[in-house]
């Protein structure tokens, strides 16, 4: 998908693609030295949400350097950042995948976690994915035989 097409079709933005309009709140721009964006907050929105390192800037932001887990008593900087819908080594390239919160298609979502339960959260993803490659590797199995 390219950039424009995620642009049209986030659901946080307004934009349909017209050209001259904003690509977060599609209002008109009408500054001639402006291309994307009809201001720097809607820049700075975009951004916040759709770039890994503005993302996660904000994440870590909203809880105030914590870990989101209940009862969790890590030291406020020792903090990470997960994207509660697994990226699974697919990049973190712009996207609707960083956004702050999940949308209602279940795209997205960050959590700040302390380095120990974003390690316990990474485990258990890649126990999963490496029991599907199994899984997948016991159908070609048995597919030949």
Same mark, same amino acid.
């Given at each position: 998908? $390219?950039?424009?097409?995620?642009?049209?079709?986030?659901?946080?933005?307004?934009?349909?693609?017209?050209?001259?309009?904003?690509?977060?709140?599609?209002?008109?721009?009408?500054?001639?030295? %402006?291309?994307?964006?009809?201001? *720097?907050?809607?820049? %700075?929105?975009?951004?916040?949400?759709?770039?890994?390192?503005?993302? %996660? $800037?904000?994440?870590?932001?909203?809880?105030?350097?914590?870990?989101?887990?209940?009862?969790?008593?890590?030291?406020?900087?020792?903090?990470?950042?997960?994207?509660? *819908?697994?990226?699974?080594?697919?990049?973190?390239?712009?996207?609707?995948?960083?956004?702050? *919160?999940?949308?209602?298609?279940?795209?997205?979502?960050?959590?700040?976690?302390?380095?120990?339960?974003?390690?316990?959260?990474?485990?258990?993803?890649?126990?999963? %994915?490496?029991?599907?490659?199994?899984?997948?590797?016991?159908?070609?199995?048995?597919?030949?035989?």
């Amino acid at each position: 998908m $390219s950039l424009d097409e995620e642009r049209i079709s986030c659901p946080l933005g307004q934009w349909a693609g017209e050209p001259g309009r904003c690509q977060l709140c599609n209002k008109l721009i009408e500054s001639t030295r %402006r291309r994307t964006w009809c201001s *720097n907050k809607c820049a %700075r929105d975009w951004q916040r949400n759709h770039i890994w390192r503005f993302a %996660r $800037s904000a994440a870590k932001r909203r809880s105030k350097y914590r870990c989101q887990r209940s009862g969790c008593s890590a030291e406020r900087r020792d903090c990470e950042v997960n994207h509660i *819908n697994p990226r699974n080594g697919a990049g973190y390239g712009p996207g609707c995948h960083h956004h702050l *919160n999940p949308n209602s298609r279940g795209i997205g979502g960050l959590e700040v976690l302390c380095h120990a339960h974003h390690a316990e959260v990474t485990a258990t993803q890649a126990k999963a %994915r490496a029991a599907k490659r199994a899984e997948a590797k016991a159908k070609v199995k048995t597919k030949k035989n």
